[in-house]
Structures are given as C-alpha cells and as structure tokens.
C-alpha cells in the first residue's frame, strides 16, 4: 500500500510513495506523532536525482526489516532539499557541527520532537561497510539511547540548537571599502589552481561557477592571471566528460582531476550560470569551442527541459535501467556499429574511444581528447548526428519536472545574457517567455512562490527566488527591454525589503518573516551550489538603485554588505557573488541608455554589446515607451546614447563607436 507521500507533487517524495517505511511529508502531523508517542525523528533529505538517495533507498528504505526497525522506533519525515531549502540548510549547518565535516544528499538526522537534531550523517548502507555502521544497528543504538540516556541526547541537542542559533556578527553601518578581498581572492584561487586540469580543488571536481565568474570580472579590470586562470578552467571542463559532448549541457560535478567522468545528473540550476560564463568567454575570446558548448547547452535546454505551460524543469537523473550513466556511455562495438570505418576513425581520435575505456574500464565517456581537422569537421558532424541518435533511442534518464521559481531564474538569467551576448533573440524570447510564465502562475497578490507542479504553485518563496529573480529582470531588460519587466523588478525589489530584510543588522534572512517558524533563521553570504541569496540580492539592489536613482535599494545593498564585510575580509573565496557587490559599491556601474526607432535601435544595441564588460548596464529604450523620470530620455530619430556612473553624466552620444567597454 502506498504511503502519505502518495498525494505529494514532488518526484523525490513519489520514489518513495511505496517504501514500506511509514513515511511523513514534513509538517505538524509528524511533529505531533512524534511528541504523544515520545519518539525521536528520522528526517531523512534527498532530491530526485541523487544517485546515493537511490542507492540508500533500495537498501534500506525498500527493505521490510529495515522499514520495520524506522517504524517501531522513529517517526520518520522525509523532504525534497529543492522544494524545502530552508531545512536543508538548518539540518546541513547541524551536521557540520555534530560530524565536524561537510555533509551532503542522502542526508540522514535524527531529531528530537521539538525538531533539534542531536545525530547526523549522511549515506548509510543497512549492514556496516564502507566504514560506516549499519542502518538497522544504528538505529537500535540510537533508539537505546534516547530512552536510557535522554539526558545526554537533550543536552546535546541543546549545544546544537545554541551553536545553530549564533549568526555571524555584523553591522549594517558603512565599512571602509577596500580592494583587499579582491587581491586576496585571487591569491587563494591561484593557490589552489590545477595547472594542468584547470578548477579549483582535487576531486570531486565542481564547475564553482561564481569563483569563475569573479575572475572574469577581474580580466576585464586588466589582470592577465585571472584571465588565464579563468579561461583554462572553462576549457578543460568544455573538453570534458562533464560536458555532455553529444548532446550538451553540463553534468553536476567530475569524480575526477580530469573532468572526464562526471557525477551523470544533470541540474538546471549549474547549467544557467554557466551558459553565462560561456557566452562572456567567447565574447572575451572569440574562441568557437565556447560559442559551441553554448549553443549546445541552450540546444539540450530547449530540446529537454522545456515545461508546456512554460519555466524550465529542475534535473535529468544520474541513472538510467538502474544503473549510473548508463545513457551516456558506449562501448567499442556500439559505436562501431553506428558509424561507417571514416566516421569511426574521426570521432575515435575526437572523442577519445581509441584510448583506454575511462568508465569503469569498460565504457567511453566521449570527452574531447583532441581538436578536430579542419578538413574532418563535416565527418565528425555526421559522426556525431549519428551517435546522438543511436542514444535518444535507449532508456532515458529521469526527469524531475517540477519547475522551482529560484533555478528557473539562474537560467533565465543566463539564456537571456547569452541571447543578448550572441546575438541570439530567438535565446532571448525563450528566456521572456519563461519569466512570463512565473509571472503568470508563480506571483500571487504581490508574493512569489517557490515550486509548481501539476498547474498547482505553492510553497512560500525563499530569498533566493526573489533575489535571482530580480537579476534575471535586470538581465531580460537588457536583453529586450519590456516596461511590464521593469515594473515587475521594482515590485520584487519592494517585496525583498518588505518580507526578508534584517533592517537593523543588515542581510536578507532566507526565509521570509510570515515563514513558518523553524529551530533557527539564518543569513546566508556564502556561495554554495548556487550564488548566495544575500550576495544577488545585493548586487540585484545595488544596480537597480542605479539605474533608477531610488536610494532605498541602494541603502540596502550597502547595509547587507557592512553586515558581511567581516567575512568577505576573511573568507573572500567563499563569498564571490558578494565581491560582484564590493566591486560595484567601490565604483558603480555605468549605465548606458539607448533611444531611438526601434528599427534602427536593436542593431545598434547588437553592436554595442559585445565591446562592453561585466561592469556595464546597456539598455536599449525604442521611442514611443512611457518611461519613469530616471530612463525617461529624449526621443530621436537617430540612435543616442546617454552615459552615467554614479552621479556622473557625459554629454549625449550619436556616434556610439566613441563608447568604449567599461573597466
């Protein structure tokens, strides 16, 4: 029989709907059960395309005896991390402090029925091995300990709650604003640099779009070594396994230094930022391996994700026929079998199948292990067209088709700065048509909501749908200006300051201040899987302050940035997206305003774009739009710019060649 996650909308929640563990959705009637039975919690938080949620769920959660063990002991609560990020934080932060190591999906923590955890892991198999204990011992000892030793479990869920509770300390007065974090960033990140396989870390290996990000700001500023650093990273992960070589798009992180096996999911929410950074590297560069991964990228986007009702779904699965990468991997006689002896022989030497397997010593990831000829380039297309469609015919990896308002706009944000980049409108109206869709289902009487599944949007939103949201406005604006989006950025603005700013200390909470009442709220500066919510909010605020001379979001901005300036002097690596906003605050961006016939003002906007740098704002405003006093411009039937950084202005400009990318 079916569980109560039956009637859940998550695809994570449904894998589970026919466990014999009799599993609870997060809410008061678990916390109830828990407190009249006096039973700890076993909360347990995974995503749909977690391959060791998967694994954990077969040996344990599919099995009678350990679900008979969950049963007896615990009441058992299990949550989708991308639905509920707010618990994912609070019960991640908790097993940092009772592991004293980063944690990760499944993760596996034991609460009190007051919702205080006091023991966390993460993986556990049913019998000990891999060095970890058992699930069903576990659980015994741990049940043994709350009804003999529940002193000790309450004093330690005590320390937890007390440790969870203490927010970095911060002031939202003004601080001196240095370039020091900058300098220091730089340093760590050439520190920690691969030499030979680019990234920054050993394996796994994750794309850190943000850290990516913050070095191409700094190339453009003149610093050669942060363009080298940058540049070879983008590289090799394009040349990698992690790339989807076939059909594009980026897998969630490499297993090893070289980035040729990846971990196979693949996540809305990495491919957004780094279509971004893709369309500014090939702008930097003119390099065609960037155009091409990222006009890759938006192929499989339109291609594989694409909602009907509109909005982007979340993730492809790892695993397909259980098995991991199944769908994206070949054997020598596979390809063999698709390819004449000529194509073979190019894609082999390409696609590196004439060297060893690199997949469990008997399959080929493709990755590019070499350039191709340029009289080879016609037969490695058809080689190519060849293989994508011998693999569209196998068993396909599983879609988690909710859309999530925060992921939805990280890939709005880049699709409409790659379309507007490379030149693409028809990249730009996919990314429009999306924002009209969250607009349109996901924003309910001046509020946003987090998830929509089934024609149904709920779940209060978090800071980062507001904030990613008020950046890929900013982005579509730029891209295509459209008053209806202006309008919309300034109501999130409104919204953001309303419902999470911390007034008096500076920052953003994360969750809103009607959300429901957890163990603790936290203010989060640091960069994880995706940017900071504090940091976007931040830079989100601080540009649209300028662009329209409103000194409330403005204010803001500078108060959330003295509220983390102690961390971003000390951990500046950590906190990329918040060096966007020191950057920008040390020396606003400079806005540059179009006017003219629409006719003639896309092609000169097209132009323009390119020369211009990541510190720059360019938008482009067709005669005819009633705009507010700050974009309002003379209407002209020649095409004029108008150019301002901070409170300063230069006369009016028709010759736009004199306008020069911005530093």
């Known amino acids: 029989m079916p569980n109560r996650l039956a009637t859940e909308p998550s695809p994570y929640l449904l894998q589970h709907a026919d466990n014999p563990v009799d599993w609870y959705p997060w809410g008061e009637a678990a916390f109830d059960k828990a407190r009249r039975e006096d039973k700890p919690i076993l909360l347990s938080i995974g995503y749909s395309a977690c391959h060791w949620c998967h694994v954990m769920a077969h040996e344990c959660f599919d099995d009678a005896e350990v679900a008979a063990v969950m049963n007896r002991h615990f009441v058992n609560i299990k949550v989708d991390r991308e ?119 050993r394996p796994p290996k994750f794309p850190r779009p943000g850290e990516l990000f913050f070095l191409l700001r700094q190339a453009h500023r003149g610093h050669a070594r942060a363009r080298e650093l940058a540049l070879f990273s983008l590289t090799k992960m394009a040349s990698g396994g992690v790339r989807d070589q076939l059909g594009g798009g980026f897998c969630r992180y490499s297993v090893d230094a070289q980035w040729a096996i990846p971990h196979f999911e693949k996540m809305l929410y990495d491919n957004g930022p780094l279509l971004h950074l893709y369309a500014d590297a090939w702008a930097l560069t003119g390099d065609a391996l960037y155009h091409a991964t990222a006009e890759d990228l938006v192929g499989w986007l339109l291609r594989e994700m694409c909602a009907p009702e509109g909005g982007f779904y979340s993730a492809l699965d790892a695993d397909s026929e259980g098995h991991e990468g199944r769908f994206y991997v070949w054997t020598a006689e596979e390809v063999q079998a698709v390819l004449t002896a000529e194509e073979y022989a190019v894609a082999a030497r390409v696609y590196g199948f004439d060297q060893p397997p690199n997949f469990e010593n008997t399959y080929w990831n493709p990755i590019l292990a070499q350039a191709v000829d ?40 880049g699709l409409a700065h790659a379309g507007r980049i490379m030149n693409r409108p028809d990249w730009v109206q996919a990314a429009q048509a999306a924002l009209d869709f969250l607009r349109a289902r996901l924003w309910q009487n001046g509020r946003l909501r987090a998830s929509y599944k089934n024609g149904e949007a709920r779940l209060n939103a978090y800071l980062d749908d507001y904030a990613f949201l008020l950046d890929a406005l900013l982005e579509s604006l730029q891209a295509n200006y459209r008053e209806a989006d202006r309008v919309w950025a300034g109501e999130l603005a409104d919204a953001l ?62 108060r959330a940035l003295a509220y983390f300036h102690a961390t971003l002097s000390q951990q500046p690596t950590a906190c990329p997206t918040l060096l966007a906003v020191l950057d920008e605050a040390r020396e606003p961006p400079r806005i540059i305003l179009l006017r003219g016939p629409a006719s003639a003002l896309q092609p000169a906007a097209a132009a323009l774009t390119r020369t211009l740098g990541p510190r720059d704002l360019l938008l482009a405003l067709p005669n005819g739009l009633h705009l507010p006093a700050a974009l309002n411009k003379p209407e002209s039937e020649q095409v004029t710019a108008w150019v301002c950084s901070g409170n300063h202005c230069q006369p009016p400009l028709t010759e736009l060649t004199l306008l020069q990318a911005g530093t």
């Open 83 to 201: 639905e509920r990020p707010d618990l994912d934080q609070i019960y991640q932060a908790a097993h940092q402090l009772l592991v004293q190591r980063s944690g990760g999906w499944p993760l596996t923590v034991f609460l009190a029925p007051d919702q205080v955890p006091f023991f966390a892991g993460t993986y556990f198999p049913k019998k000990p091995r891999y060095q970890l204990p058992g699930l069903t011992d576990l659980m015994e000892n741990i049940a043994h300990a709350w009804h003999t030793r529940r002193g000790e479990v309450l004093a330690q869920s005590q320390a937890v709650r007390d440790a969870l509770a203490r927010q970095p300390s911060g002031s939202a007065q003004p601080q001196a604003l240095t370039d020091a974090p900058f300098t220091e960033a730089l340093r760590d990140l050439d520190a920690a640099f691969d030499p030979v396989w680019g990234g920054f870390s």
């Open 374 to 413: 340029a009289d080879a380039v016609a037969i490695l297309a058809s080689a190519r067209q060849k293989l994508f469609a011998a693999r569209e015919s196998r068993v396909r990896p599983a879609r988690d088709d909710k859309l999530l308002t925060s992921w939805n706009a990280l890939m709005i944000t």
């Open 497 to 558: 300051l309303t419902h999470f700013e911390d007034a008096e200390a500076g920052g953003f909470y994360f969750t809103s201040h009607d959300h429901e009442a957890l163990i603790t709220r936290q203010k989060p500066g640091y960069d994880q899987a995706t940017p900071s919510g504090n940091g976007v909010a931040a830079y989100a605020l601080q540009r649209l302050g300028h662009l329209l001379g409103e000194t409330r979001y403005l204010d803001a901005a500078v």
